[in-house]
């Protein structure tokens, strides 16, 4: 096996193809567009780039943020000072840094569209707008929007959501995050490097009354569009049923990021599991394992290790983070007041922000430190005769 061919040029692909270069394999990428701009926020997370280092050492344009602001409805909001900064860059800006690091390390960029993909033997015939190229392996790295449907992901209409935004002229230091009631998602504002990426995401709503719900919170606080680009997108976010059943991996195949439905069912954020899966397919394809077959396997397995169980207990987890009850209140308005009340509950919040807390751990560490939080508020509203603090606590 000496001949990769990528399909696709996002995060995904242009990571999978510098890992494979850099081992000395011939590499090809094929994408119609390269680096492309997408409404989402561009944020990474400081799990990205503690165990990717080059996403914060390099001249490209980005922004350190260490302020998130959380709103929800009744809640008020809750300032959270961030230990470990969320770095944002423009998607553009990201995705032809990361091409051109492939290109260095030996990968053949070629900007062309990629018509259709046929199995010939134990290898591919890739059909481009420029003929037709040969390969040993396939990574399939076309996004959420995947037009092979032999290969990748195949997303149903519960496993999607809808991202769309604006990018307005403006400045601010700090990133918002506003819930809204009845929606399985969430408003964002993310400050970048010369202009705002002010957002929605959500599921199992329109994408027309999404805009609406964004126009109208943006008309309030004074974000005019007036100048501002619009932006839509799909995003992956699969239903808790269709995590075992998801297509990552085949034959002579390895889907990666969006086109193998790795995305983060609560929060969206798919930049890190895009790089992820990128590199833990290049080390699948390179490792000692013989068997082809058995890398692909490999594959699989290691995904399952590293993230998408905790993926997959996640989407069983979104419903009640943003429909539920607590306290006579919902979730998203229990979480904001808690960040702003409980120390101990601000500190989950610093760990989820920054990608160290897993959804399998997260109940439980919410339980145990349940009634040192509910101590924690009832004595900042010098209630303390509501949750009496027991000897021993802590």
């Not at 607590?326 to 920054?354: E, H």
Request: aromatic fraction near 10%.
């Amino acid at each position: 096996m000496k001949r990769i061919a990528i399909l696709g040029g996002g995060p995904a692909g242009a990571f999978a193809a510098e890992r494979l270069a850099s081992a000395g394999l011939d590499v090809r990428l094929f994408d119609e567009k390269l680096a492309w701009e997408k409404p989402c926020g561009g944020g990474l997370t400081y799990k990205a780039y503690s165990q990717y280092p080059f996403l914060l050492n390099n001249n490209t344009p980005k922004r350190l943020v260490t302020e998130t602001v959380l709103c929800a409805p009744k809640a008020g909001e809750a300032s959270l000072k961030l230990a470990d900064p969320l770095l944002i860059y423009s998607r553009f800006d990201l995705n032809r840094m990361l091409l051109e690091r492939a290109e260095r390390a030996g990968a053949q960029i070629e900007k062309v569209h990629v018509s259709g993909l046929t199995r010939e033997g134990g290898g591919w015939r890739v059909g481009t707008a420029a003929g037709n190229a040969e390969a040993d392996f396939c990574i399939i790295a076309t996004g959420a929007r995947n037009p092979l449907r032999e290969v990748g992901t195949q997303l149903k209409a519960e496993d999607a959501m809808s991202a769309l935004g604006y990018y307005v002229p403006g400045e601010q230091a700090r990133i918002d995050i506003q819930f809204l009631p009845r929606l399985e998602g969430y408003i964002w504002i993310f400050p970048r490097c010369g202009h705002l990426s002010v957002g929605i995401c959500g599921k199992g709503e329109p994408a027309s009354s999404l805009r609406k719900r964004l126009e109208g919170f943006m008309k309030e606080r004074g974000l005019s569009l007036e100048g501002a680009s619009f932006y839509s997108h799909l995003l992956p976010s699969l239903h808790s049923t269709s995590w075992r059943a998801n297509r990552v991996a085949g034959e002579g195949w390895m889907a990666v990021g969006d086109a193998a439905g790795l995305v983060d069912p609560i929060t969206g954020e798919g930049l890190y599991y895009a790089l992820r899966s990128a590199d833990l397919a290049a080390r699948s394809l390179l490792s000692d394992v013989s068997s082809l077959a058995e890398r692909v396997s490999q594959y699989r397995r290691t995904l399952q290790r590293d993230f998408t169980a905790d993926l997959e207990f996640g989407s069983r987890l979104a419903k009640r983070v943003f429909y539920g009850r607590f306290l006579f209140g919902s979730v998203p308005a229990r979480m904001v007041q808690f960040t702003r009340r409980s120390p101990r509950f601000s500190a989950i919040m610093q760990d989820l922000f920054a990608g160290r807390q897993s959804y399998r751990e997260l109940k439980r560490r919410l339980l145990q430190g349940l009634n040192g939080s509910l101590y924690e508020i009832s004595m900042s509203l010098g209630l303390t005769y509501v949750v009496p603090r027991k000897a021993g606590t802590r």
